[in-house]
């Protein structure tokens, strides 16, 4: 009961109703924060009568989706051994408790919440159903506050001295939710030390939030006073010393992550060691191992990260654990028992519509209830029921029964976008016994509530629209049928750097022939040119070991000085051609991994190019390594942050320089303490615990100064040596900074590989980096089958990132490699011969390359390589190419429909 947060999501959850609040003095606002505000939390009382686990030992939905963790049922005692080959953890994080933090009155005021609270505040299943509220009086708060490091970056109260790494991203993603959800123009100011937005499209995303009006203040707030009217009074230093004073509705307190006692516990009992900070020790060159051998990590308990990062690593250390097990694979596999699928041939159309609310997603706009009323009498419906979200697991549970019940043999579903869910429906109608394809989304999400928030009357009526355009298509759905293809169980991996190896030899590890194809006359890409790593791992001697290993790999083709000429063919089955000065060879294989890798930008201004020892990061390392650049006989140093990177140009953090610069100045100064080391920097972004170098670097004395984008340094020649000119925001003059060495933390950027993209067909983004096919859910792979990406080509990242992404990618390749055959989609196209003039027109525009001609010269498709991107039926002036699942037949039904 301590952890029940009155969220209300169990009792929402449960398919069987239940769960039953019987506390009635309930206070919703402070139940949120009952935890330190000794508030009177909501209880549940369970029926154990009708509970769906004690009747039948299944269901347990309400404890899957508590956010809180407040409900777990009681566990049998019994001991169980079971015998396994490897082992992942994934115990993840507990958040930081900022009751201790007596300054900033979390525990005395119900409207200072943690970032995590004001998330379920925010949350369509929350305790006020997504409503913009504050606590105190469930009035909208029209000045909210958001106060970063909290519990991070800490060394005086916490203990905690590294970044939490997601909190800058997390604090302005909510400060952009909250200003959506609010009905007057919420005021949001975010107070920060460094704003660390270091990821894939992040700089953009900090950038939006400026421009919707979102205040960035760097300070430190010293003073959190509770005013009478429960607002809040904040007291903060300005960057340059100067006292301000501002109040605002709410404070969220943007707290960290940190690793829990039981989880601390449960590696020591595995004998595992652990870090100064309690997360899971992994090296640069092993990201996932452990340090007892079999033991892999991922995720936030070998140090914090994101969402994208958690689920990259999770593939990693699953690639990693198989690689020990690769000869027992598929022995103790289990097939799956798929109904077969009713013959509905001929019968009359029974349509089951269920109609979602998406927690206020959609409600909160439109009226569901009478959108579900609406659809019982459109032609052929013969049940409809409301879900709050139907993409729950017992809602699916609860889609099959009723399926089998009614004898349904069509179902709508209205609720978001097919784009993520339509598999997860498609795969319950599999399982009720019907095909896959007899089925049809109506987007009343992204396509109407998201687009009409101010029109609650008409977005109503346009989902009523929308659901009888897609009975009207559903009604004339036929059952389609998948297309069979073995696998070619060998693999292609473009790139040989230190991605491109690292996937070679985990593809090799788990028995399968590797084709590396590499374009210069030597292998190691970027690294070749590093010093150390982030750790102080040298790189020079791994890469040396690495290369030795791939070249003595006899499951690994090499093919130096090769460029790809040309790709046919398709998931499980490519065929590509590859090209040298002497001669082109084909290689077939049925998945491709992409590790191109990245540059370094040379840049155009800092005097680069001007003196010998202006230099970039690269050049830097490679003049240190060679003892061109001897620290030993340096006087000054000052290294430039953000070269080319954040700039109108290129906006985006190129992530790992702020580290590259803190480790060289360290460096410095270990060497020679008596030089001057200076960086120069927009934002430290020293990241997880990265941020114990900025530290190290501060106490051995190197100098940080921050300048802006508007006044950057200059570097001017000053006969044998340089001079740097800054201007210093807190003393508000110019600094005269004389070096003997300039460092150049230049971008990284990509290498724009638009052939391969283009053979591939896989996309960029507007940066040139490879597009994923979803950020966070499928972080490796690209919307095109079969073809997956790691390491720099994907964005810039350090080397650890890079080695668990080939890794990741890995992992993903085998999926289809382990299989002897797969299934491709039934929505494919198909050419009425009837109609074709083998004019030519669809195999030109089809992007493709799925439409071929027959002996007559008339169009034929190529079903395995068609993705039913519907490009040939646009085109045709004859009208011979139709879609499977979108016939000319269903759309014109769906427009009769909506007209």
Request: charged share 25%.
């Amino acid at each position: 009961m301590d952890k029940c947060i009155a969220c209300g999501a169990c009792s929402d959850k449960c398919p069987q109703k239940v769960l039953n609040e019987y506390n009635e003095g309930l206070d919703k606002r402070k139940a949120a924060h009952v935890q330190y505000a000794q508030a009177v939390p909501l209880k549940y009382c369970l029926d154990k009568d009708n509970c769906l686990y004690f009747l039948k030992g299944k269901c347990r939905a309400c404890e899957k989706f508590c956010p809180a963790g407040a409900i777990n049922y009681e566990q049998s005692e019994t001991q169980r051994e079971i015998k396994v080959g490897s082992v992942i953890l994934s115990a993840g994080f507990q958040p930081f408790d900022p009751s201790i933090y007596s300054t900033y009155s979390y525990a005395n005021s119900p409207n200072v919440v943690t970032a995590l609270e004001f998330e379920r505040i925010l949350a369509a299943s929350g305790p006020w159903m997504g409503h913009l509220v504050r606590p105190s009086d469930e009035m909208e708060p029209r000045k909210i506050a958001f106060l970063q490091c909290v519990g991070s970056r800490d060394m005086n109260i916490c203990d905690h001295p590294y970044c939490s790494s997601v909190c800058c991203m997390y604090a302005i993603k909510e400060a952009i939710i909250a200003k959506e959800h609010s009905h007057d123009d919420l005021d949001v100011s975010i107070y920060y030390m460094d704003m660390r937005t270091f990821g894939k499209d992040f700089e953009r995303y900090y950038e939006k939030a400026k421009k919707l009006g979102i205040h960035f203040i760097r300070s430190r707030v010293h003073t959190v006073d509770l005013l009478p009217d429960d607002s809040i009074r904040i007291q903060y230093a300005t960057e340059q010393g100067d006292r301000k004073t501002d109040e605002f509705d709410m404070l969220v307190l943007s707290h960290g992550l940190e690793v829990s006692d039981s989880t601390v516990e449960l590696a020591r009992r595995l004998d595992v060691e652990l870090g100064d900070h309690q997360f899971i020790r992994s090296g640069s060159f092993t990201p996932v191992a452990t340090s007892r051998s079999g033991i892999y990590v991922c995720g936030a308990l070998n140090g914090p990260k994101d969402i994208p990062i958690s689920v990259m690593e999770a593939s990693a250390a699953a690639c990693a654990a198989a690689g020990n097990l690769s000869e027992a694979r598929g022995t103790l596999v289990q097939e799956k028992e798929i109904p077969k699928p009713m013959d509905v041939t001929g019968d009359i159309p029974r349509v089951g519509v269920f109609v979602c609310s998406c927690g206020i997603n959609i409600a909160g706009v439109v009226d569901v209830k009478a959108v579900a009323e609406y659809a019982k009498g459109l032609p052929y419906v013969t049940y409809v029921q409301n879900n709050l979200f139907s993409c729950s697991q017992d809602a699916q549970d609860n889609l099959t029964e009723v399926i089998r019940a009614q004898g349904l043999n069509r179902i709508v579903v209205a609720a978001c976008t097919p784009r993520t869910h339509e598999p997860l429906f498609q795969e319950t109608l599999q399982n009720a016994g019907l095909n896959k394809y007899l089925f049809e989304m109506a987007n009343i999400r992204n396509q109407d509530s998201w687009v009409h928030t101010d029109n609650p009357e008409k977005a109503t009526n346009k989902a009523m629209d929308l659901v009888r355009m897609a009975v009207a298509k559903v009604s004339l759905l036929e059952p389609l049928q998948e297309i069979q293809l073995s696998v070619n169980p060998g693999a292609m991996v473009i790139g040989g750097g230190l991605a491109g190896m690292n996937a070679a030899l985990s593809l090799a590890k788990q028995g399968y022939e590797t084709h590396l194809v590499e374009r210069e006359s030597h292998l190691g890409g970027t690294a070749r040119q590093l010093r150390v790593t982030a750790q102080g791992e040298a790189v020079g001697p791994y890469l040396e070991q690495l290369i030795a290993k791939v070249e003595a790999e006899p499951l690994i083709k090499l093919h130096m000085e090769t460029t790809i000429k040309d790709v046919d063919g398709f998931v499980g089955n490519f065929k590509t051609t590859l090209s040298t000065k002497e001669k082109e060879d084909s290689v077939e294989h049925g998945v491709t991994i992409i590790a191109t890798g990245a540059s370094e930008y040379k840049p155009r201004e800092y005097a680069y190019g001007q003196h010998p020892k202006v230099l970039t990061h690269l050049e830097l390392d490679a003049a240190l390594t060679t003892g061109q650049v001897d620290p030993k006989s340096t006087n000054s140093v000052v290294f430039i942050q953000c070269v080319g990177s954040r700039e109108p140009e290129r906006p985006y953090c190129s992530k790992v320089c702020c580290t590259h610069s803190v480790e060289t100045a360290i460096h410095f100064k270990e060497e020679n303490p008596d030089c001057q080391v200076v960086i120069l920097y927009r934002d430290i972004r020293t990241y997880g615990e990265r941020e114990l170098l900025y530290k190290e670097a501060r106490s051995k004395g190197v100098l940080f100064i921050r300048f802006s984008l508007d006044h950057k340094p200059i570097v001017e020649v000053d006969g044998d040596g340089l001079k740097v000119t800054v201007y210093d925001q807190i003393l508000k003059r110019d600094l005269l900074i004389s070096a003997d060495v300039v460092g150049l933390a230049s971008a990284v950027v990509s290498n724009r590989a638009e052939d391969l993209a283009q053979m591939f067909k896989v996309s960029m983004d507007d940066d040139g980096w490879f597009l994923e096919a979803h950020q966070k859910l499928r972080p490796v792979d690209f919307a095109t089958d079969g073809v997956f990406m790691c390491g720099l080509a994907h964005y810039p990242k350090p080397i650890e990132e890079s080695i668990a992404q080939a890794q990741a990618a890995v992992s993903r390749a085998v999926t289809i490699l382990s299989r002897d055959e797969m299934w491709l989609s039934g929505t494919v196209a198909f050419i009425d011969q009837n109609k074709c003039v083998g004019c030519g027109v669809c195999w030109t525009v089809c992007p493709y390359q799925a439409i071929d001609q027959n002996e007559k010269g008339l169009a034929v498709v190529n079903e395995a390589l068609c993705k039913g991107c519907g490009t040939c039926v646009a085109s045709c002036r004859s009208g011979a190419p139709n879609l499977r699942g979108f016939t000319t037949r269903d759309v014109m039904a769906q427009i009769e429909a909506m007209m």
